[in-house]
């Protein structure tokens, strides 16, 4: 099962928006929603952001969204602040045999 | 609060073993499934191994089949990974996370992760 594929970057000014995709196949993302995105900070562990393609835990600011297009899945951050500037990886679930695939990640700046 | 905190990382030769622990606080452990999930030295995110609350559902990635093994130990609030055969490309650091209990296929906390580092 092959990764997802993710922008390897993207770019934006404090208080713009940003929308990051995540494409996978009609056997992961298109099947299932089951996506999730995860935050990375240099040096730290994964910070979880949504779930089931647009939940948002508690705690996570809702200038975080996501959303999914047939096999495209997406997450958009709007209003962007500095301390957003991190890598940002989706994940699905991929059915009973590969069972979950993550994207390969995408480093977002802050300009 | 919860809390994952790996421990049994470090340097080893190709071929070698390694257990990794995860030790879980602040939840009742025994009603979440857990995952390890690994990242190499400026790659992405990959999933290692899964195992359900029961541990009657295991999983492994193609990539470590027939040389890792997941455990847990629900009275003692642990999660393990037996690592055998290691190779270079085992290099990572490994994180262990707690599924979300309402909504599966999603890992709501995660430890600070723990490098295993396989060179000769």
């Known amino acids: 099962q092959s990764a997802l594929t993710q922008p390897r970057s993207v770019s934006g000014s404090p208080g713009q928006s940003v929308t990051i995709s995540c494409t996978g196949t009609?056997?992961?993302?298109?099947?299932?929603?089951?996506v999730s995105w995860y935050q990375q900070h240099p040096g730290k562990a994964p910070r979880f952001i949504i779930y089931d393609v647009n939940k948002r835990p508690s705690g996570v600011p809702d200038r975080f969204s996501g959303s999914k297009s047939g096999n495209t899945a997406s997450l958009t951050i709007s209003g962007l602040q500095t301390e957003d500037e991190a890598d940002y990886y989706c994940?699905?679930?991929?059915?009973?045999?590969?069972?979950?695939?993550f994207g390969g990640g995408t480093k977002l700046t802050v300009l | 609060q919860v809390q994952l905190v790996e421990s049994g990382g470090g340097l080893v030769k190709p071929g070698e073993s390694l257990r990794l622990s995860c030790a879980a606080s602040?939840?009742?452990?025994?009603?979440?499934?857990m995952i390890w999930i690994r990242q190499a030295p400026g790659k992405g995110l990959e999933w290692v191994s899964y195992?359900?609350?029961?541990?009657?559902?295991?999983k492994y990635a193609d990539s470590v089949k027939g040389r890792f093994t997941i455990s847990r130990d629900n009275a003692k609030n642990a999660l393990y990974l037996r690592m055998n055969s290691l190779r270079a490309d085992d290099t990572a650091v490994f994180y262990c996370a707690r599924e979300v209990f309402s909504s599966g296929w999603s890992w709501d906390y995660w430890g600070q992760g723990t490098l295993v580092t396989v060179s000769s």
């Open positions: 009609s056997s992961d993302v298109g099947a299932y929603n089951d």
């Open positions: 195992i359900s609350s029961s541990s009657s559902y295991i």
């Open positions: 602040g939840f009742s452990f025994s009603d979440y499934s």
């Open positions: 994940c699905s679930y991929a059915g009973f045999y590969f069972f979950v695939v």
